[in-house]
């Protein structure tokens, strides 16, 4: 920083001998021009630096290396926090994206089983890929209960007689649960498109 401090010296310097002059002339009409000169004198005086900045390529490399950190620094960074923040929101995003749109599903699902079929859907997993625009269900799996009749209805039946073929009534629940679930499996996948291996149902009896 040394050139600034000379350069200021020596333009004090000659305003101080351009006064001195401008006091000893006499008033003529060379005064006039004696002014403009010295009056030229300082303005070459003032823009040597920019002069010598412009000749001088080891100077704008110092002026660069004064002003470019911090303003390279100063906008990496600004640019940086910019691109960090949009990737959190971004993420944000589909992650809420995710979820409406799982949920929503699992909605619809809980309401149009438990009206069509009368059972009571536990949990309905939804899983999608999310990458296309448009998002893709993969795999629906439902848990479920079958909706006791004496609380749906409200009718209490008559006691009827104790049977004791544990065996086929056993084995013609299993039937009735098993064709219930593939009733609601197929009400599932055909409402949504998918395949009956990409939707799992569990119904189980109360």
Do not use: C
Not at 175 to 201: E, M, P, R
């Amino acid at each position: 920083m040394e050139w600034i401090t000379d350069w200021i010296r020596q333009i004090v310097l000659i305003i101080f001998i351009a006064t001195f002059i401008d006091l000893l002339l006499p008033s003529s009409s060379l005064e006039r021009y004696v002014k403009l000169i010295m009056g030229l004198i300082i303005i070459v005086s003032i823009l040597q630096p920019v002069f010598q900045l412009i000749w001088t390529e080891d100077k704008w490399s110092k002026l660069s290396a004064l002003i470019a950190p911090a303003f390279v620094s100063d906008q990496y960074t600004s640019l940086e926090k910019i691109q960090k923040n949009s990737t959190q929101l971004t993420q944000v995003q589909q992650e809420e994206t995710k979820k409406q749109f799982q949920d929503s599903i699992s909605t619809w699902i809980k309401k149009q089983v438990s009206q069509k079929y009368h059972v009571k859907v536990v949990s309905a997993k939804v899983t999608a890929d999310f990458r296309e625009e448009i998002p893709v269900i993969q795999r629906i799996e439902v848990q479920g209960v079958k909706a006791d009749n004496h609380t749906t209805t409200g009718v209490v039946k008559p006691i009827e007689p104790v049977e004791f073929d544990q065996d086929n009534t056993k084995l013609q629940n299993t039937k009735q649960d098993t064709k219930l679930q593939q009733d609601v499996q197929y009400f599932i996948g055909s409402a949504w498109n998918l395949d009956a291996k990409q939707v799992i149902v569990q119904i189980h009896s109360p």
